[in-house]
């Protein structure tokens, strides 16, 4: 496992081009973007303010830089560095700016969730998409980018638009069964639209892509409810994570239950628990990292830092639980975060009033396949978008890797102590983009031709 | 109170006796006998003694007679045997008076009858009284508990009605507090609403606002327009570009539908194959089973080969069927699964009653079994003891042959046991051992007495040498009574040793034999008499064997210890085993010289 060096990041941004070429990193007001494989910095943008989003478009040829302060948006063109375009969206306000799947029109939300105006960057001709709902997940394009799904809010009622990504035509516009209507998201496949109410009501409804209902799915009444929803990349289950610290799968056939998934505080069935201890480490690290001059890269051997830091726990194992404030809004409990691995086979989740522990579930068999207990709350996990491999980090200096194989922790070798707050995968490279608070550095895994 | 009783009886007696009186009374109009009757009513006795006087015999007479009659007893008529009355004509008197015992017998016997039923009667009585008693305090007793549960039941009423009413009232709360719910859900989606319109209005207003005041900032700085991303120009909205996009969105639904269908067809057929693969394995299984199974009943089998032939061509129709008509190939498949099923299911359960058959059976039959086995098992151990014996046998020959060739022939026909033939060889080495000990234990004997005699001479010389010397001494020193009877003593012995020398020998042999060892070769014995003395003697007096019962105990505990291991001719080998210890070498000189 090799690191690079570490470069300066602001806000957190820093993304890889689609096609995986390319990684734009915002600096301040700067926006920098570098060869993946030499990390050269390519080009240099200079934008008119702080950046608060950045966004690459979907053909890898231009970044979308919002200054949401501002409500101005400036896009910069790779091929063209001296090609510009600045979108002003006046007194209004932004709040949100994206690109669309075909990368020639970008979608900004206004304050107040006024509209949303659709900006072309072959006709300069602009649009305007009123009505759009203020809500966890409003907006949401299918994965091959022919339409878009918005949530509406009209007359105290929630609807649903479908529109024709191509020519912004209005397909379908039907009115939803919620009371307050939370998110909304496409199947894989694209043919299916999973809405869901807010977490008043326990409620998912699945529309078909000519509006029709196809099914709707309650667990339970009276209670607070969906707190997130994911699909499975083959579209063939539907997870719900919900307030009750279950997560339910709902299979593409029937659309009922086919799997509940609970946490429970103790741990008595499941493959294996890993659990991370705390070690003062005899030697201290600073003597550890190689710095390669050749290469700029800082190279480190797996077996100095990887077996001493995760422990197999028999079981049953006490998972330590926070009890949520119950007068608060937003209570911190039940499942937040829900992903499928790439090869539908595993689901990793994360249940709120246990922040340090990651759950992986089997999808095969329907049963839970390992707890990776942390020291410290996750922050943040991701899968590998080609293997089974999930990363974690809890905002201390080391990654977390596990796989069905096993579970490794390695300390980010770096001076002055590199927190790792947020991780990306590389779309293709075998690599992971870790951030810090100001800082990021890319980390390389060991390809198997690499070891042969 | 038997007493009591019997008084009683005699008041009733009295009693019936007046009313009898009484009831004859009318039928007499006799002045006289009704002037007495009162008094004999009072004090019978005293009457009766002076019932009958001189003057009036003839009266009494005809009195009795008449009370006779009255009676019932006409046959005896007493007469008198004078005129004057002064006798009595005797037998039918006496008859009479026979009559009259014997009707006081019968009614005393029926006043006893009587008293003894009036007594079964009042303790009858008196029992139901206590059971009347005992009766009434329970229902007294019940009566009290009717009444405490009445009580009780009268409190649980107040209380039911009291939570009846808590029930109400918590109903009623409830039902409020819904409502409350009710009023504060619809006031609040009510205000939301209101809000909501409110900020949709406002929303509109600073839209139209911004509309109005034609933003100026609003707009978008490109330097050159982009291409689009698929390379196309641009087109106008128009119906036909709305139709082509629902044809695209209803193609990308049919080919969604299709692909899912077509992985379900894909599941279906595999779910088929793999059904089509049970029933034939059920097939399979069932048609030999169920064939064996009842092939006891021909009918029976020849059924179950029609009905598995027939499910047989029906599952081969249906296969071939699968393929045309979904439908009907399904119907079909899911029968004749199921009748395989059931068949399945039958087989099962027939195999089940089976083993519960056979289980009974074992139950039943439970020493049945166990002596089948039993003798298995004994045979199987017959068969080892075979085994054995022959095992020995060989083994015993092998000895044999070595016997045979080692040692001469005499000694081989004399102890054909190979066990003994060894401890005898054993024991006739220690034997032979023994004999030496002894040889040697005799000479030594003579020895040691040929010593003691000489000692005991030389101690007699010793002794006369000193009883001459004391007497000398004694002479010449004093010639007085009195220093002879003080220096006794000591000259007792010397002066009984010229007296009376065996006792003499033997008190001093024992004072000898404390002091020192050496002295006991004095023994009296050997010097009196000229013989050898016996061993053990000898030994305990030369202190060789200082308890006698210690070493005979542990001598006999060998002995019986030998006598485990051999039986025959006792005498012989208890010399051997005599000789089989160094202690009992001792002690077997009794033995010894009893043999000798």
């Known amino acids: 496992m090799n690191f690079s060096e570490v470069f300066k990041q602001s806000n957190q941004l820093c993304k890889v081009s689609p096609d995986g070429k390319y990684l734009a990193t915002c600096v301040q007001y700067r926006l920098v973007v570098r060869d993946v494989s030499t990390l050269q910095i390519m080009h240099l943008y200079t934008c008119l303010d702080q950046i608060s989003h950045m966004e690459w478009s979907s053909d890898s040829l231009f970044i979308l830089c919002a200054m949401y302060k501002r409500g101005l948006v400036q896009v910069w063109s790779l091929e063209q560095p001296d090609w510009h375009c600045k979108i002003d969206e006046g007194s209004i306000g932004l709040v949100s700016s994206r690109w669309s799947p075909d990368g020639r029109h970008i979608l900004n939300t206004t304050e107040f969730h006024l509209r949303i105006t659709v900006w072309s960057l072959c006709t300069k001709a602009v649009s305007y998409i009123k009505y759009p709902k203020a809500c966890q997940k409003g907006i949401d394009f299918s994965r091959d980018g022919s339409y878009m799904a918005l949530a509406e809010r009209r007359d105290c009622k929630d609807f649903v638009s479908i529109f024709v990504c191509d020519d912004w035509h209005l397909l379908r516009h039907f009115e939803t069964e919620t009371q307050d209507l939370a998110g909304l998201e496409w199947s894989p496949n694209g043919c299916v639209l999973a809405v869901w109410d807010s977490c008043l009501e326990y409620k998912v409804l699945l529309y078909s892509l000519d509006g029709r209902l196809l099914s709707t799915y309650s667990a339970y009444e009276w209670s607070l409810g969906v707190k997130s929803v994911s699909w499975s990349p083959s579209s063939q289950f539907l997870a719900i994570g919900s307030y009750d610290e279950k997560v339910r799968i709902i299979n593409h056939i029937t659309w009922k239950k086919i799997a509940q998934f609970e946490h429970p505080a103790t741990v008595e069935s499941t493959k294996t628990v890993y659990k991370e201890v705390e070690r003062r480490p005899a030697v201290a690290h600073s003597s550890t990292p190689r710095v390669n001059v050749l290469t700029n890269f800082v190279s480190l051997i797996n077996s100095l830092l990887l077996p001493h830091l995760d422990e197999i726990c028999s079981l049953p194992v006490q998972i330590p639980v926070v009890k949520p404030d119950p007068d608060r809004a937003n209570p911190k409990i039940g499942v937040s975060v829900l992903a499928f691995s790439s090869d539908n086979h595993y689901l990793a989740t994360k249940n709120d009033n246990m922040a340090s522990a990651v759950w992986v579930w089997n999808m095969q068999k329907m049963s839970l396949e390992a707890v990776l207990e942390q020291t410290s709350a996750v922050r943040c996990f991701q899968w590998d978008p080609r293997h089974p491999r999930l990363a974690l980090c809890t905002g201390n200096t080391k990654l977390y890797l596990w796989s069905p194989g096993g579970c490794v922790a390695v300390q980010v070798p770096t001076e002055g102590g590199f927190q790792v707050h947020s991780l990306n995968w590389h779309c293709s490279d075998n690599s992971l983009i870790l951030l810090g608070k100001e800082q990021l550095c890319l980390c390389y895994m060991e390809t198997d031709e690499e070891d042969k | ?596």
């Not at chain 2, 003057?55 to 004057?84: F, H, K, M, R, W």
């Not at chain 2, 504060?184 to 205000?191: I, L």
């Not at chain 2, 359960?349 to 439970?366: A, F, G, I, P, T």
């Open chain 2, 1 to 596: 109170m038997g007493e009591w009783w019997t008084t009683e009886a005699s008041m009733e007696n009295c009693e019936i006796s007046s009313i009898s009186h009484v009831t004859m009374s009318p039928s007499r109009q006799n002045n006289f006998v009704s002037s007495y009757l009162f008094p004999l009513a009072k004090s019978s006795y005293s009457v009766i003694s002076a019932f009958c006087t001189e003057d009036n015999v003839l009266q009494c007479i005809s009195y009795i007679n008449q009370e006779l009659a009255s009676l019932g007893l006409c046959s005896t008529y007493i007469e008198a045997t004078s005129p004057e009355g002064t006798g009595l004509n005797a037998v039918p008197a006496l008859n009479a008076i026979y009559e009259l015992l014997q009707i006081h017998r019968r009614t005393m016997s029926t006043v006893e009858a009587l008293e003894k039923e009036q007594l079964k009667k009042s303790s009858t009585m008196e029992l139901m009284q206590t059971s009347n008693t005992r009766l009434k305090d329970q229902l007294e007793l019940s009566i009290r508990e009717k009444s405490g549960l009445h009580e009780m039941e009268r409190q649980l009423q107040l209380k039911i009605k009291t939570l009846q009413s808590c029930l109400k009232t918590e109903k009623d709360e409830v039902q409020k507090l819904q409502s409350i719910i009710a009023s504060r859900a619809s006031q609040y989606s009510h205000d939301a609403k209101r809000k909501e319109r409110e900020a949709a209005k406002l929303k509109e207003r600073l839209s139209q606002l911004l509309v109005d005041r034609k933003d100026k900032k609003l707009a978008i700085d490109v330097l050159n327009c982009l291409g689009r991303s698929d390379g196309k120009r641009g087109h106008w909205k128009t119906a036909k570009a709305t139709a082509s996009h629902e044809g695209e969105m209803y193609k990308s639904l049919l080919s969604d539908y299709e692909a899912s269908q077509k992985s379900l067809m894909l599941e279906n057929a595999e779910l088929k194959k793999v059904l089509q693969q049970m029933k034939k394995e059920m097939i399979h299984i069932l048609s030999p089973c169920s064939s064996s199974g009842r092939g006891a009943t021909a009918d029976d089998s020849q059924e179950q080969h029609h009905d598995s032939d027939g499910e047989e061509k029906m599952g081969d129709t249906s296969r071939e069927t699968l393929d045309q008509s979904c439908e009907h190939a399904r119907e079909q498949l899911t029968n004749s699964i199921r009748q395989q099923w059931r068949k399945l299911r039958n087989h099962v359960e027939k195999l089940d009653s089976q083993v519960s058959q056979v289980q009974n059976q074992l139950e039943s039959n439970k020493e049945m079994i166990p002596l089948e086995t039993h003798e298995d098992e004994m045979e199987r151990m017959r068969c080892e003891v075979q085994q054995c014996k022959e095992f020995i046998h060989a083994q015993q020959q092998l000895l044999q042959q070595q016997l045979n060739t080692s040692f001469d022939d005499e000694t081989a026909a004399l102890l054909n046991d190979c066990y003994t033939l060894e401890e005898k060889e054993r024991l006739k080495e220690e034997w032979k051992l023994f004999e030496e000990q002894k040889r040697n234990f005799e000479r030594e004997r003579k020895n040691f007495t040929e010593a003691a005699i000489r000692l005991g001479r030389e101690k007699k010389a010793f002794e006369e040498d000193r009883a001459s010397w004391l007497k000398n001494q004694f002479l010449n020193m004093t010639p007085f009574t009195d220093r002879r009877r003080c220096s006794s003593s000591d000259g007792h012995s010397a002066l009984s040793v010229r007296s009376e020398p065996e006792i003499r020998m033997s008190s001093v042999k024992a004072q000898l034999a404390k002091s020192s060892t050496y002295t006991t070769f004095s023994t009296p014995r050997s010097s009196q008499s000229g013989a050898v003395p016996s061993t053990p003697e000898l030994y305990r007096t030369l202190r060789l064997i200082p308890e006698s019962s210690s070493s005979r105990h542990s001598n006999r505990g060998l002995w019986q210890e030998c006598s485990t291991i051999e039986d025959g001719d006792n005498q012989v080998k208890a010399k051997h085993r005599g000789r089989c210890s160094d202690l009992s070498i001792f002690s077997m000189g009794e033995d010894e010289n009893s043999l000798s």
